[in-house]
């Protein structure tokens, strides 16, 4: 992987739920992790851990701008209705 882009892993409590490549050269921010979000783990919850967006996730960051930025805020509050330092996914 390394000389192709670097490995970035979500985790949940039971170990990786998402592992994706970001090519080299590519910065995360805002825009970016939105996009990594909506498009990569919100379907990667509803396969591999059915129901689990009804039944609650808590979701935990490190206040990096990234994490917090406007964009990620809303999208986060999609799922959850609050984002923060730890959030849960309603």
Do not use: C
């Not at 059915?50 to 808590?58: A, K, N, T």
């Amino acid at each position: 992987m390394g000389s192709q882009g670097h490995a970035h892993d979500l985790f949940y409590m039971n170990g990786v739920i998402l592992r994706w490549l970001v090519p080299i050269g590519t910065t995360i921010n805002a825009q970016y992790y939105k996009k990594v979000l909506q498009d990569k783990l919100r379907p990667v919850i509803r396969k591999k851990r059915r129901g689990l967006l009804e039944s609650g996730i808590l979701f935990h960051h490190d206040n990096t701008p990234v994490h917090t930025a406007r964009a990620v805020t809303d999208v986060l509050a999609g799922y959850v209705g609050t984002a923060g330092a730890s959030s849960s996914f309603t």
